[in-house]
């Protein structure tokens, strides 16, 4: 091998990217501005609804939504202790949120192969349980593969729950023509560094609802009483000064300080100028790797491959059988310089954090469970060239000779 290394994520700075650090450092504008608006407009615009909020993180953006859901007296059934069924296997922010906020997650298994929750088994545990006790769907469209929303909207429709879609790691992907996002009430994104638009931190809620708007621009700010949809403060009025104070610091909610910063929203602003570009080099990746490594699937399960996909990285399967130890194809590939990490471990069973939903659990989530176990993704974004596509290839070739 020639020493490359191969990230699974990466982020290249250039000349336009410095240029408007600077311009921010210079300006002495550096909390929530120009930029912060500018990025909630266009991505908005880009994914098709009418608002967007910006926050620190895509887990804060998971906890405001949620938090405002909470607020909204339209939603009697969602209250503390209500239950959310979700995805046992993604990223631990989801269910996390979820509990912060003091509802309680309730899992049902994923598809083998792309990893979306069975809707089968969501109606299962509605009609096993007591369908007052949940109060919504949360699926997540894990590494850009969309979750059946029409399956899962015409389930939460027959019992009364609210849809909310954690779109994390599915910027620009579509299902049936639609971006997912808008297929539901209200969605969270991330910008992390590893996405498929990547700022280092940073999160947004989406929604058509702008009652819900206009609770999670207030619990971003620690519950402040500003929630216009544009301030107009720096022009020197605001339509709120009848309420004796700054609205700015009067608080009628409990919030959180979820707000960004500038410098966050103008990388993202460059990179909603390719959002399309990006997409597209991902694809193109995805279909060339899944040409080079062909030959091992009948022991690997490869990526799906579809136009409709915005694809967050490349994940594999071990195939059952296929006498391959995931652990040590990941260690053999990492020392061939391709950086690669685990598919997220199955939540109750797998993650410390959740032991005392493991006995529960045991033995009822046995997808979730095997892909906890045996898959793992490598990068395919689009900082990476021919060499690097080529130089994965080589490396699962001299690996795949020892398993």
Known sequence: MNGRRVMVGDYKI?????????????????????YVAQFEREFAKIIGVKYCVLVN????????????????????????????ITTPLTYIATSNAIKLVGMEPAFVDVHLDTFDMIPEQVEAVLKNGNPDDFAMLLPVHLMGYPADMDALNAIAKKYGLV???????????????????????????SFYIAHNIQVGEMGAAITNDEKLYRLIKKIKANGRMCDC??????????????????????????????????????????????????IRSRQDNVKYLNEGLKTFSDRLVLPKWD??????????????????????????????G????????????????????????????????????????????????KEDLDHIIDAFYEAMKFC
Not at 166 to 187: M, P, V
Not at 307 to 332: D, F, M, Q, T, W
Request: charge should be neutral; glycine fraction near 8%.
């Open 307 to 336: 136009e409709a996909i915005s694809y967050l990285a490349y994940p594999i399967v071990v195939r059952k059988g296929s006498g391959i130890e995931r652990e040590a194809l990941r260690k053999k590939l990492e020392k061939l």
């Open 229 to 278: 949809v544009v301030c107009t403060r720096s022009q020197g009025t605001c339509p709120k000064d009848n309420l004796g104070s700054d609205p700015r610091f009067l608080h009628d909610m409990i919030g959180y300080n979820f707000k960004t910063m500038e410098f966050q929203a103008a990388l993202g602003v460059l990179q909603l100028k390719r959002f399309d570009e990006i």
């Open 57 to 84: 993180s895509g887990t804060s953006a998971l906890i405001a939504a949620l938090t405002a859901l909470l607020y909204d007296e339209r939603f009697p059934k969602i209250k503390k202790g209500a239950k959310v």
């Open 163 to 189: 849809t909310f879609e954690d779109t994390a790691q599915a910027h620009g992907t579509k299902y049936k023509g639609k971006n997912t996002g808008t297929l539901s009430l209200i969605a969270d994104y």
């Open 338 to 385: 391709v950086e690669n990490r685990p598919l997220f471990g199955s939540i109750p069973t797998g993650q410390p954090a959740y032991h005392d939903y493991k006995a529960y659990y045991e033995g009822k989530l046995p997808n979730a469970d095997y892909l906890g176990e045996n898959a793992f993704y490598i990068g395919c974004h689009q900082y990476l060239e």
């Open 14 to 34: 250039g000349q336009e990217e410095k240029d408007v650090i600077m311009e921010i450092l210079d300006s002495g504008r550096i909390s929530e501005y120009k």
